[in-house]
């Protein structure tokens, strides 16, 4: 989606495309290929076990479903705890004799589940054809909008490998999820039939689909999704239907390619800029833009009523709107000029709401379109690789580009994730700070930043184990890391032309947190873990009692006439 990733743009683009979606897209006649078996307020009244599910009456309608002569079956149901051990043995048991593909759920590791809900999980799907029905999910507004149809070669979601089982194929990428029309306001577009009627209907109801039996209750697995904008949230099973369907019939999003939708917005926006750059007066100009606008917004409607084609009704406004504007003056122009050195400097390698601050804040740091020197506080986090020369000459350079690429990407997210700044890369090293370049004017704004690295530094240890794994699988060296972590007094300031210009730091702060971090290499004790953090006082003292500190003791540092007292960082406190 050809759009600023600004949360209020986003959901705006994202509401208006739901409704474009769900008012506004043709009719379509009920999918002929899936059915849904309900599991409803209903059939739970009349079971002898609610929560863990019947066995018994499910293997019966695993039974009943095979028998009206389904093509495959999907089980929406995790079956992680045990009910009476001959009923659950007999279900598995019909399970793994059915005479057609049956897919079970399972759960990704994130899904919050007991060690003993996991084992049992693990045990009782041992050997039968199994996908996770994990859904993704929207971080602004929590709507399932996309699917993710594998984890990796031989970890597919549920409806993918029900499509795989029917010999279908499966996308490598995730992709955003067409959502099929219903015919009319009061007909789903799955037929849904009680699960406790299966043996009741009609054969020919049920011969040659794919059924997929699971919840569909009024208060439970209930989710937003596009749909949901002119309606209520529907459940899990219903979301694996669509997709299901997509991987089946190859249909595809309404939504134009992004290329067509980039070419879009940018002649929107050449045509707004045109009309702003006029000689029209103000008035006549902002009559124009409320014209334009009226009608694209009728041109993306009936593109999705005659053609079923989704166009960027947000995008192309803003488009409009912003080209219009673009060209209002003087003043606006510098302030995009200074709006690009800003991003030049920070925005390339910090998250969005910290850029976000930098630009409301920029008239305390800036001067002449360039950052101003000034003095201030700041936290200093230096991360190294250990024997990374080693590392060098095992692999082949694409190898070793692709380890070094992932090992940067996950810790650069980790710094922006904690709001902090990363600065400068140092071959396979990391120079990141907390307190730049808006000056703290807070006691409690420097210890907080000084928390803020110290938690970064945690959680890139931890992603150095989880990166040992994955690297594990690939063939791949683990990462060792040295991390060293100091507060104080700094210079900010920019430095070269206007053909290279970078923000710079100069000061005791930066070349003692260079001299904590070797100083891990006399730590690093045999069979220990991947990453050793070590902070300097001034830190210490600001981290309080929060976190496990191991005093080192009063240390020489290389070009340091007074010695610096160290700890080693080993955890957080609870």
């Known amino acids: ?32 290929d899936i059915v849904i078996i309900g599991i409803t307020e209903d059939t739970l009244s009349g079971l002898a076990c609610r929560s863990p599910l019947d066995r018994v009456f499910l293997r019966r309608v695993v039974e009943d479903l095979e028998n009206a002569g389904v093509r495959a079956i999907g089980l929406d149901v995790l079956l992680d705890m045990p009910t009476r051990p001959e009923a659950d043995m007999a279900l598995r048991a019909s399970l793994a004799d059915a005479r057609v593909p049956v897919v079970l759920i399972t759960a990704q590791e994130a899904t919050p589940l007991t060690e003993a809900q996991r ?41 993918a490998r029900i499509a795989r089982a029917l010999g279908g194929s499966v996308p490598e990428a995730p992709f955003e999820i067409a959502w099929r029309g219903r015919p009319d306001t009061a007909t789903p577009p799955f037929p849904i039939y009680p699960a406790e009627t299966v043996v009741l209907l009609p054969k020919a109801w049920l011969s040659g689909k794919v059924a997929l039996v699971g919840g569909v209750l009024a208060d439970g697995d209930r989710h937003r999704t596009p749909l949901s904008v002119l309606g209520s949230n529907i459940s899990g099973v219903e979301i694996q239907a669509h997709v299901l369907a997509q991987l089946l019939s190859g249909r595809e999003h309404p939504r134009i390619a992004w290329r067509t939708e980039l070419l879009l917005v940018l002649a929107l926006a050449a045509l707004g800029g045109w009309v702003g750059g006029s000689r029209l007066s103000p008035a006549t100009q902002a009559l124009v833009g409320v014209a334009g606008l009226g009608t694209y917004a009728g041109g993306v409607a009936w593109a999705m009523t005659a053609t079923s084609t989704l166009l960027p009704l947000v995008g192309g406004s803003i488009a409009w709107l912003g080209g219009l504007a673009g060209t209002a003056g003087l003043s606006l122009w510098r302030e995009r000029a200074e709006r690009r050195t800003l991003l030049h400097l920070f925005a390339r390698h910090v998250s969005a709401p910290v850029a976000e601050e930098i630009w409301r804040e920029r008239a305390t740091f800036m001067a002449g379109g360039r950052p101003k020197p000034q003095e201030l506080t700041a936290t200093v986090l ?10 060098a000459e ?50 409690a704004e420097i210890t907080a930043d000084a928390v803020a690295a110290a938690r970064t530094a945690l959680a890139m240890a931890q992603a150095a184990e989880d990166l040992a794994a994955e690297f594990a699988v690939r063939g791949l060296p683990p990462v060792h890391m040295r991390i060293g972590i100091q507060t104080g007094r700094l210079v900010a300031g920019s430095l070269g032309g206007t053909q290279r210009l970078e923000y710079a ?6 070349n003692t947190a260079a001299r904590l971090e070797a100083l891990c290499k ?10 050793t ?16 500190l191991r005093d080192i003791g009063e240390v020489e540092l290389k070009g340091k006439m007074q010695p610096v007292q160290a700890y080693e960082l080993e955890a957080e406190k609870i």
């Open 505 to 510: 730091l100069v000061g005791d702060t930066m």
């Open 382 to 391: 230096f991360s190294d690789i250990e024997g990374f020369t080693t590392v």
């Open 119 to 159: 084992q049992w999980l693990d045990t009782f799907l041992a050997g039968l054809d199994q996908g996770y029905a994990n859904l993704v999910k929207d971080r602004l507004d929590d709507a399932v909008r996309w699917h993710e149809p594998r984890l990796s070669a031989n970890e597919l979601s549920f409806p």
């Open 1 to 32: 989606m050809v759009l600023p990733r600004l949360p209020p743009l986003a959901i705006a683009s994202r509401f208006a495309d739901d409704v474009l979606l769900t008012a506004l897209a043709p009719p379509e006649p009920q999918d002929s």
């Open 522 to 531: 006399t730590l690093r004790r045999p069979g220990g873990p991947p990453c």
């Open 394 to 443: 095992r692999l082949e350079p694409v190898m070793l580009m692709s380890w070094l690429e992932t090992y940067m990407d996950r810790m650069v997210g980790l710094v922006a994730a904690h709001k902090g700044l990363v600065l400068q890369f140092i071959g396979d090293a990391l120079l990141a700070v907390y307190g730049v370049p808006v000056a703290r004017t807070s006691e």
């Open 533 to 548: 953090i070590v902070v300097g006082d001034a830190t210490r003292d600001r981290l309080g009692e929060r976190f496990v």
